[in-house]
């Protein structure tokens, strides 16, 4: 977790391939739906585009669907979800079902300042002056509460992200071998 530029989709990604798992990004799934017009793409669209979350119906379905798939069975890195409460809890009913162990949570830690400079300079459709101030509004409306309910948990991991990206993934590198090393 952490919010629009944090450094997400860079870190899960080298995560993923190091550890030979999926990398699952919830955005990125719905770009390719809405660059390929499927009926989700199109049901999506305009939430993505003006930096508003999709509606749970939309994404619940969507995620129960992947982790099921053959290549997720060993585990695999969450990208962009869960972003509400009620999608926390939502995957914690599902991991009943199909997981026996509990997620590793990480929340990457960027100040605003920095986060804007890097959305500007990375240039998305949503990445806009308006759109980013509206997402990070989001994110600290219905995506900072995630962080509490892991908190609870007791499985969440805070790592500073406003650092280089290969130091943010030793950090990142560690949590997971530690964790794998006590299941
Ligand atoms: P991201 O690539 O994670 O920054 O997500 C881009 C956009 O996709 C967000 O601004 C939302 O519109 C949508 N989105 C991605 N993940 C979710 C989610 N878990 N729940 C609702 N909307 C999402």
Redesign the pocket.
Known sequence: MGP?GAG??TQSEILAEKFNIPHI????I??SAIANQTPLGKK?QS??DQ??????DL?LDLIRDRLKQSDAQAGWIL??????VD?ASFLDDLLQDIHDNVPCAVNLEVPDQVLIHRLLARGRK?DNQDIITH?LQ?YREKTAPVIEYYLQQGTLHSVNGDRTPDEVHQALQSIVETKLQVN
Request: without cysteine; hydrophobic residues 30%; negative net charge.
């Open positions: 629009p997400k989709g990004s919830t955005g990125d719905l770009r999506a939430y993505v930096g508003d979350l999709v509606p749970d994404i990208d962009g979800f869960p972003r509400t999608q949503d997402r989001v």
